[in-house]
């Protein structure tokens, strides 16, 4: 009990809210504590929103939660109940036909999410149950489980190892497609388990694990287990070394005993999950904007119009004259009654001017646009056979809109694979493949390098089960290491001829260029740390002598060296350190046996050592790794991925700022970095590390002296800084009694502005989204795009405005939680540069001119209530109040949104500068948005008084017949429609034959509407008021003449300034387009 | 806007290897890699110069024809409301009542200073009326005045209040029916010798032939009128019932061009309407001669409680309808604005122009 309570002592203060898990489900023996059972979930993943039973109150509540759709319901509700001017149909078909396409449309994406969760839930799982394993769906998992495990799995839950099929109860595991890192890490079996190694002694043990509930640090847990030996039990701390974590995959190990302890939406990989919140794109935000202000016009209209109404009602002879008299209800309703509903019948009569049709053709323009993005062949990946993937359509235009890239290194950025690049002895060079000239001293830097590492060789076995040893096919055995830079050492040896075979009894076997096997004694392992950056191997040789060989990196080799070619290794180094390789020195020292005694004794005098055991050992290593003689140094590449700096470079040129978040270390980070262009030789590096700042007062005052740099510094331009996640988290954590850490996010957040590349290395998942949200909250709100491959690049995806999952070796979690998903870091390049570019100007145009058309289209109605008595009188007839923005002038504009190219994509992609032209929502701006405004009541106002004055008393035809008031509406409206169309005309840039089939078809549709909806007595309808209208009005010489002149002066206006910005102030996209005609012109 | 070129429509299909992967690649279309050839106008100072020259040209000399052609137009007015005291109708608009079974008449008399030669129209022109009122405009049922049966006995809603009249359909039912225009206008000519000769008045051709043929129809044919109201009263403000409104069995019911013409309701509180038309006789006599006129006015229609004013216009047609010179001053306008503007931009053209193709 007294080890108990110790237990409780140490493992701190949190330890309130814990759980129990028994495993195997065994009760613990009578006597010991009561445990209160305690209710887990299931092993269940939920990523869909909607169930079948609630996809249609769930689905139809979150529609009606848009503004529009609301609004919309509102004015139906309204046309229902009260006398209006127009009928229900005219808005309940549209509402209608939107909320049931953009029901389709979710529950479409919504069963894809089914299917995936489905995959996952059902995937089998081996259980052990009475000592016999069972298979079981993986949602059936339950937390005290004991589940087997095979290498090569990945583990269904978070599991506390109990065995393995290795002696030392350990197993190997790569946590890649949680935090990035793909190295071999390396777990431990509970001591008193890992004995039990078969599925019957398994099921004997009888323990309870007692651990915190779960939190979502995949870095943290604490917890104890009871094993009841004998009815005794003996109780044993855990922690985060024996907690294997969901979504991470067992490696080099046959197989591995654990329990469950977290389960389906508790384990650490889903508490990383962010909820997937519906993202809005900027453009949607100006839209609402521009509605509430088109909401704000619309009610002032009503309430200006009623006011007026019954101003002018004030005279009864006016309000009721002898030839229009009211019935006796009306009149006797009361007057405020009655102005409500007259105020209700002017916002059903003006209701179009909020564009209810854009919502639907935004939808469909950005769901069927989405699909060029799907189809784009250089987006294709020839290799993997992907092609880009849309999982929210939503966003295409928010590609157009990104100021902040963040990305992930490994798998993004680099292709996750190291390369062996070139050696360098003593001021040689050597790359793999280059025949030697076998000197001694390469030969001993060859060596060196075979053995100077901690790689293990595995054996793969065929499918025959033969095991094939490196003699029989080398093809069959690979190298395994918990660092990949040792892997590519190991591999770049092979192909200059010397092969590390393996390590056999303490020997290690080499296989040199002679086919000779030569044999090491293994005597002593320095390992690495990250303080001393080096380590170091002690082996005798065949022959007897002993060598000390110490890699390491070139700073903490070089003060060591006492002999070789320094300089010109030193030169080597720097050079490939530029180039973005990963460099490593090599040294070695000749050890006597009496020296070789001396070393013996320091190390095992600091390994016997009870106290301060790691500072003895570093001093020990500190004496012996001294006196070296310089072999020569290494370059490493972790291959960057096809085209990624020129991708950064683009991006960089397109006025995107970069940051790499990366779970990985500084060094390997910072190196990709430099060869990814990210930073440049030019770049000064501000680096705010735990390593530079071990103290907390001292990284304070680091954060301001970085502050005074910069300021001091301000005349140079090129920043970059290098941030790790423990100060990152010191600078993000909210004040504690001084208010001077809020300073300190703001001091961070200047000095990110101010460098054009920032590096944040050993970063949480989390950290990366908090990263995410802390830029997306500053001041500016730039928005943010995040790319990454990994499981634990998910919440940074989630959390950026836009989310890319790249096609990795990773597994698919970025790619289904992502909105776009592309196989190669470089297709974001023409993802933004173009793709973005184009929804941006399509969906700005679409959005300004559906607010433009509407409003022409309800201005003149506004002014007519001026000439009708205020009486809610339409000025044109239900049918086209209806199928204007349905058909007459809905398919031009959504095929613009859909073909518009204003510039060639190729130009696009060349001049990544073009994009700054549309950068921080420039097209949507208010100034633009007026502009479009006041071009539409100019454009309603030249309809109206030229019909107007047109109408002016007189007949216009050459019989002397009269038009009455629906010949008045038609004119005006087949103006507008002309108007509207050619306005769409005058912008596109991009007239493919589909674009004149579907503006000149449009048109030719309204007339042939016109004059079959006017030919016939339309049994159905209770009025004929438009019968042979249009005809006669065509029939008519002056009616043509004045339409041809209205459309005329609708335009000019619009073409003048077009022209005359073009030419005093044109943008850089103007120019270019000029440009490329100018270059046409010539080459024709 | 100018064509300036076609890209070449060559498709090209980026990626090396176009088809390593045939199972999974779909089909590739120019479409779909978004690079369908395209014709890609730019609006510059260059290309819309012509355009704005072409329209200028064109419009001018349009506008001007229209001028003259409206000029040409002989029009004359003349208000008969009796606003004033001097006004012959004055005693009419004073004593109105619905009621009375005397119809008042009045005379005026006016002189027409110029002879109008072709056929001349008669209008009559009322201010201040609102025949678009939208409570106005609603309230009449097309399916009665199509002759339909059941709506004849049984009007639409829409006709309240003016759907029955003491429990029997009123047909035609509806606002406007029952404010149908019914002053009776006649024209005499005074002769120099001293006679008064009536001009013959034509009231057919003054209403849509659609209209007359096919929108408005009398229930069960053109004959025995009486019998196929039957059941149905007149309009509460109707001296007499549909049936009786013109002798000629053609011209009579719902087809009375009269009531077909104030069915068509008009656009603006002020308007006219085709009341007769004057037929020209022959080439050689003017219709209307240079001369004393007189208007005989039965005065039956009430304006002034509405602040409304009534008014006979003859005019002659051109083959652009009535006399309007806004058409004409609008054409010459825009035309010289076109023609201007042109001019400016060939200025900035060649200042501007040239600068922007060196800037790329």
């Not at chain 1, 040789?541 to 700073?555: N, P, W």
């Not at chain 2, 068509?264 to 209307?288: C, D, E, G, H, S």
């Amino acid at each position: 009990n007294s080890l108990k309570t110790s237990l409780w002592m140490c493992e701190g203060e949190n330890w309130v809210d814990s759980r129990t898990v028994y495993i195997g489900h065994k009760e613990p023996p009578p006597g010991t504590e009561a445990f209160i059972q305690q209710r887990f979930p299931d092993n269940r993943i939920v990523s869909c929103k909607y169930t079948f039973w609630n996809f249609i109150p769930k689905n139809m509540f979150e529609q009606f939660r848009r503004v529009a759709n609301f609004y919309f319901l509102v004015i139906f509700l309204v046309q229902l109940i009260i006398d209006t001017p127009t009928s229900p149909i005219t808005s309940g078909l549209p509402l209608f036909f939107v909320i049931t396409v953009t029901a389709i449309k979710q529950g479409y994406e919504d069963w894809l999410r089914h299917k995936a969760d489905k995959a996952v839930n059902e995937c089998p799982v081996q259980v052990v149950q009475n000592g016999k394993i069972i298979c079981k769906q993986s949602r059936r998992l339950r937390v005290g489980d004991v589940v087997l495990v095979k290498e090569d799995e990945t583990f269904p839950c978070d599991l506390i190892l109990l065995s393995s099929s290795r002696d030392d109860g350990t197993c190997y595991v790569t946590t890649a497609s949680l935090d990035g890192e793909s190295s071999h890490k390396t777990y431990y079996a509970v001591q008193d388990t890992k004995a039990f190694t078969t599925e019957e002694e398994v099921s004997c043990i009888h323990a309870t694990i007692e651990c915190e509930q779960p939190q979502p640090d995949l870095y943290k847990f604490v917890g104890r287990i009871n094993v009841y030996m004998n009815n005794e039990p003996v109780a044993r701390p855990l922690g985060s070394e024996n907690l294997l974590l969901r979504g991470a995959t067992l490696k080099n190990t046959e197989h591995i005993y654990a329990v469950a302890i977290y389960t389906g939406m508790e384990t650490k990989m889903a508490l990383n999950y962010q909820s997937k919140s519906q993202k809005r794109s900027a453009v949607e935000k100006s839209m609402n904007a521009y509605l509430v202000v088109y909401l704000c016009i619309l009610i002032s209209k009503a309430v200006i119009n009623t006011g007026l109404k019954y101003l002018w009602q004030s005279d009864p002879n006016r309000d009721e004259p002898w030839y229009n008299e009211r019935t006796d209800t009306e009149r006797q309703r009361h007057i405020l009654i009655r102005a409500f509903t007259d105020f209700l019948a002017f916002m059903v009569l003006f209701n179009y001017i909020i564009p209810v049709s854009m919502y639907v053709t935004v939808e469909m323009q950005k769901f069927l646009g989405s699909y060029f993005i799907m189809w784009d062949d250089e987006m294709l990946d020839e290799e993997l056979g992907e092609r880009a993937v849309v999982n929210t359509s939503d966003l295409n235009e928010e590609l157009g809109q990104v100021e902040y890239v963040f990305t992930d290194k490994t798998g993004t950025l680099t292709e996750n694979n190291m390369e062996f690049i070139e050696c360098c002895v003593d001021g040689h060079v050597y790359i793999p493949h280059a025949i030697c000239n076998g000197q001694e001293r390469e030969e001993l830097f060859f060596r060196a390098l075979c053995l100077c590492h901690t790689v293990q060789v595995k054996e793969e076995e065929t499918v025959d089960g033969i095991k094939h040893g490196i003699h029989q096919g080398k093809s069959s055995s690979f190298y395994i290491s918990s660092s990949p830079d040792e892997v590519a050492l190991v591999e770049g040896m092979k192909r200059l001829g010397f092969t590390y075979l393996r390590l056999k009894d303490g020997q290690m076997e080499i296989l040199n260029r002679d086919d000779e096997v030569e044999r090491f004694e293994l005597l002593e392992v320095l390992t690495f740390d990250s303080v001393r950056r080096r380590m170091s191997v002690i082996v005798r040789a065949g022959s007897g002598e002993m060598y000390l060989f110490c890699k390491g990196a070139d700073s903490s080799i070089f003060p060591r060296v006492i002999k070789g070619k320094v300089e010109q290794v030193k030169a080597r180094v720097e050079l490939n350190a530029v180039e973005g390789l990963r460099t490593l020195c090599v040294a070695y020292r000749p050890l006597s046996p009496e020296q070789y005694q001396q070393v013996c004794h320091q190390l095992s005098g600091a390994k016997l050592a009870l106290q301060d055991r790691d500072k003895q050992l570093a001093e020990a290593y500190d004496i012996i790794e001294r006196d070296l003689i310089l072999l020569g140094a290494t370059a490493v590449e972790d291959r960057l991925q096809e085209k990624a700096a020129d991708t950064i470079e683009s991006l960089h040129q397109a006025g995107m700022k970069v940051w790499v978040l990366t779970g990985d270390k500084m060094e390997t980070a910072a190196a990709t970095c430099y060869a990814s262009k990210l930073f440049r030789r030019s770049t000064q590096i501000l680096e705010l590390t735990t390593k530079r700042t071990e103290e907390q007062s001292l990284h304070d005052l680091h954060l301001h002296g970085v502050f005074y740099l910069f300021s001091l510094s301000g005349d140079c331009t090129d920043f970059g800084l290098i941030i790790d996640g423990a100060t990152l988290s010191a600078v993000m954590r909210p004040g504690q009694e001084d208010s001077n850490s809020g300073n300190y996010k703001e001091i961070f957040l200047e000095i990110c502005r101010n460098c054009s590349a920032v590096l944040c290395c050993r970063m949480a998942p989390l950290q990366k989204a908090q990263i995410v949200k802390m830029i997306k909250a500053s001041k500016e709100h730039p928005i943010t795009l995040a790319v990454g491959d990994g499981a634990n690049d998910v919440s940074m995806i989630l959390e950026a405005h836009v989310g890319i999952g790249i096609m990795g070796k990773e597994g698919r979690q970025a790619v289904r939680n992502s909105d776009y998903a592309i196989p190669k870091f470089k297709h974001l390049k023409k993802m933004l540069l173009v793709h973005g570019h184009y929804y941006y100007i399509r969906i700005s145009e679409l959005v300004q001119y559906f607010f433009y058309k509407n409003v022409v289209f309800m201005f003149p109605q506004f002014i007519y209530q001026f000439f009708c008595g205020f009486s809610q009188q339409p000025l044109y007839d239900t049918a086209y109040l209806t199928l204007y923005n349905i058909s007459f002038t809905s398919l031009p504009i959504l095929l613009y949104s859909l073909m518009e190219q204003h510039i060639n994509m190729d130009i696009l992609k060349k001049d990544p500068s073009l994009y700054k032209d549309i950068a921080k929502n420039c097209l949507l701006r208010w100034p633009i948005f007026i502009y479009w405004t006041v071009l539409g009541v100019y454009d309603a106002m030249v309809m109206f008084f030229g019909a107007y004055f047109l109408f002016d008393n007189t007949s216009f035809t050459s019989n002397g017949q009269m038009f009455g008031n629906w010949t008045f509406g038609t004119l005006v409206f087949t103006v507008l429609v002309f108007t509207v169309t050619f306005k769409l005309v005058l912008d596109t840039h991009y007239w493919t034959w589909i674009n004149h089939f579907v503006i000149w078809g449009s048109l030719v549709f309204f007339v042939v509407f016109s004059l079959l909806w006017g030919g016939i007595i339309w049994p159905f309808l209770n009025y004929q008021r438009m019968y042979y209208v249009f005809m006669q009005m065509l029939s008519s010489g002056p009616a043509w003449l004045s339409i041809i002149l209205l459309i005329t002066v609708c335009l000019l206006p619009d073409v003048v300034k077009k022209v005359i910005w073009r030419a005093l102030w044109p943008t850089t996209t103007e120019k270019i387009q000029v440009g490329a005609i100018t270059s046409m012109e010539t080459l024709d | 806007m100018m064509p300036t070129s076609y890209e070449d429509g060559h498709i090209s299909v980026s990626g090396a290897g176009g088809g390593s992967m045939p199972g999974k690649k779909p089909e590739n279309t120019a479409f779909k890699q978004q690079r369908l050839p395209a014709w890609q106008p730019v609006l510059t100072a260059g290309t819309v110069l012509p355009a704005f020259f072409i329209i200028g040209l064109i419009f001018i000399p349009i506008g001007i024809g229209l001028y003259v052609t409206s000029m040409n137009i002989k029009e004359f007015q003349i208000d008969y409301t009796g606003v004033d005291m001097s006004s012959p109708c004055y005693n009419c608009s004073q004593n109105f009542s619905w009621n009375s079974s005397r119809p008042c008449a009045c005379s005026l008399p006016f002189y027409l200073d110029q002879p109008y030669d072709s056929n001349v129209f008669m209008y009559y022109g009322l201010s201040n009326f609102y025949q678009n009122h939208r409570r106005y405009v609603k309230s009449r049922d097309d399916s009665q005045l199509n002759g339909n049966q059941e709506s004849l006995k049984d009007p639409s809603k829409e006709c309240e209040p003016y759907a029955w009249s003491s429990s029997k359909p009123i047909a035609p039912c509806g606002a406007i029916a029952n404010s149908m225009f019914n002053d009776t206008l006649e024209l005499f000519y005074n002769d120099p010798n001293g006679s008064k000769v009536q001009i013959p008045l034509t009231a057919t051709g003054i209403a849509w032939w659609t209209d007359k043929h096919v929108k408005f129809r009398n229930p069960g044919g053109n004959e025995n009128l009486p019998a196929a109201f039957q059941g149905t009263t007149k309009p509460v403000n109707w001296h007499w019932p549909v049936y009786e409104l013109d002798s000629d069995p053609e011209n009579n019911g719902f087809i009375n061009e009269d009531f077909i013409v104030w069915m068509r309701t008009a656009a603006l509180p002020t308007f006219r309407k085709l009341y007769r038309i004057i037929q020209r006789k022959n080439n050689m006599v003017p219709t209307l001669p240079r001369g004393n006129y007189t208007l005989e006015v039965v005065y039956n229609y009430p304006v002034r409680s509405f602040d409304g004013r009534k008014r006979v216009i003859l005019s002659t047609i051109s083959w652009m309808g009535g006399k309007n010179p806004f058409l004409g001053i609008a054409y010459i306008t825009v035309g010289s604005v076109c023609f201007l503007l042109g001019v400016v931009l060939l200025i900035i053209h060649h200042k501007y122009g040239s600068r922007n193709n060196i800037a790329t």
